[in-house]
């Protein structure tokens, strides 16, 4: 293996090489590059900016994140990958996302999106990662180029954020704009598919649109492809993949279709009981799995995640319901009670739920952030605690953390997207 800092120089770098001593270069004291670079791969992602001004030999490395990010996929685990929290507090164009550990408690800023002048407010979208990249698709914002302005209006824009690079880039737009839809990403055929959703924006409760229409991006290619739609309208869905390669389906779970009226006036959402499935290495044909629970048992599919284990034939498919934790049987197509929350919140839709590393992650703030109103914002004195409730479904085991985010706006799970990445 080459020394992975002289091959990391840029060229503006490379002639003060030449005249400076080659002492300056030296990784570690002592040891050969090589065997230095695999050291430092060792550190946890979120500790990269920390370890940069150490000195300059560790600020070139750890800059030529192509290098780095390829030494730790290739002599790392998996378990030791550091599987990252992805949170966007709020439009991307505005709050910077940030990455969280929870092994180290770290956190690591995400530069701003791209911001177009023309629109604002950007909700509901989706953000998913096929590693070193980190994707944000579609959601629900206002353009002040149409009429009328306080109507929200369904995007089709698509950005990705590379690692490598530290850098955003637009990629092609769907085929059709979209919010609230399910979506999920084929990380070893680089592909991500995209199904439903709506304009729905989150200042507004009901009211918004709703479609059928299936997608599928291709990443090398920069390409979408229409799909066969679903059986029918359908928003605020969930959607995740089961089995692999010519066993592979998308599964599409609960969301919104048709509305009702209260009293004439008040618009009221009818949330689905079912799911469907697309097989897709069949065509791409749908088969519908009909009602998983029963009339009166819960008004509407609670929040989803899925955990992946080599042990188990088909992944994880758990949902946090209130204060209890279900887990989905698909012989029976039904919700099965797992575990309920040792502390429950006090409000159920502030809880974010996350996957990592085969655990579920419940969090929530412990205290309020609160934003003067003066032309800089700053926090209170009681600055926000993330408490973190994590259950292990191969122990039943729970466990607790908390840490203080490093943010400067109010964290709301309700509206907050989170995704996960392995780096």
């Known amino acids: 293996m080459s020394p992975p800092c002289s091959s990391s120089f840029s060229s503006e770098e490379q002639p003060q090489q030449r005249t400076q001593p080659a002492q300056t270069l030296t990784l570690i004291p002592g040891l050969p590059n090589d065997l230095s670079a695999l050291i430092l791969a060792f550190v946890p ?5 920390r370890l940069k001004p150490t000195c300059k030999s560790w600020r070139i490395f750890f800059s030529a994140k192509k290098t780095l990010l390829s030494l730790r996929q290739k002599h790392l685990p998996l378990s030791l990958l550091s599987h990252l929290l992805c949170i966007f507090p709020q439009d991307p164009t505005i709050t910077p996302p940030y990455l969280f550990d929870p092994k180290t408690l770290s956190w690591c800023p995400i530069p701003p999106m791209p911001c177009n002048p023309h629109v604002y407010g950007l909700c509901n979208f989706t953000s998913l990662s096929i590693p070193p990249d980190l994707f944000v698709l579609g959601g629900s914002l206002f353009d002040t180029r149409s009429f009328p302005i306080d109507r929200p209006s369904p995007s089709s824009s698509a950005f990705r954020f590379s690692f490598v690079t530290s850098s955003w880039d637009r990629l092609s737009p769907m085929l059709s704009p979209r919010g609230s839809f399910a979506s999920a990403a084929m990380t070893d055929l680089n592909r991500i598919v995209v199904a439903g959703g709506g304009s729905r924006h989150t200042m507004f409760g009901a009211a918004g649109s709703r479609m059928s229409s299936v997608e599928m991006y291709d ?47 008040f618009p009221v959402d009818e949330y689905y009981r079912d799911g469907v499935v697309m097989e897709l290495s069949n065509g791409g044909k749908w088969r519908e799995i009909g009602d998983m629970w029963g009339e009166g048992e819960r008004r509407r599919l609670g929040k989803i995640v899925v955990v992946e284990d080599e042990d188990w034939v088909v992944p994880g498919i758990f949902m946090l319901d209130g204060g209890d934790i279900f887990r989905y049987h698909m012989d029976s197509n039904r919700w099965w009670k797992e575990t309920s929350v040792p502390r429950k919140a006090l ?26 109103e003066a032309r800089r914002p700053r926090q209170n004195k009681k600055a926000a605690s993330l408490f973190i409730q994590i259950y292990n479904p191969r122990t039943r085991t729970w466990r607790s953390l908390i840490t203080k985010p490093p943010l400067n706006h109010h964290l709301d799970f309700k509206t907050a997207v989170m995704c996960t990445i392995r780096l």
């Open 45 to 49: 992602y979120p500790h990269h900016s």
């Open 219 to 265: 990443v090398e290619k920069d390409e979408w492809v229409a799909l066969d739609g679903l059986p029918r309208f359908r928003a605020g869905c969930v959607g995740f993949l089961v089995g692999s390669e010519d066993e592979r389906e998308f599964w599409v779970m609960g969301g919104y279709g048709e509305s009702r009226t209260v009293s004439g006036v």
């Open 347 to 372: 409000d159920d839709s502030s809880v974010g739920f996350v996957s990592l590393d085969g655990e579920l992650y419940l969090m929530n703030l412990v205290h309020a952030v609160y934003l003067t």
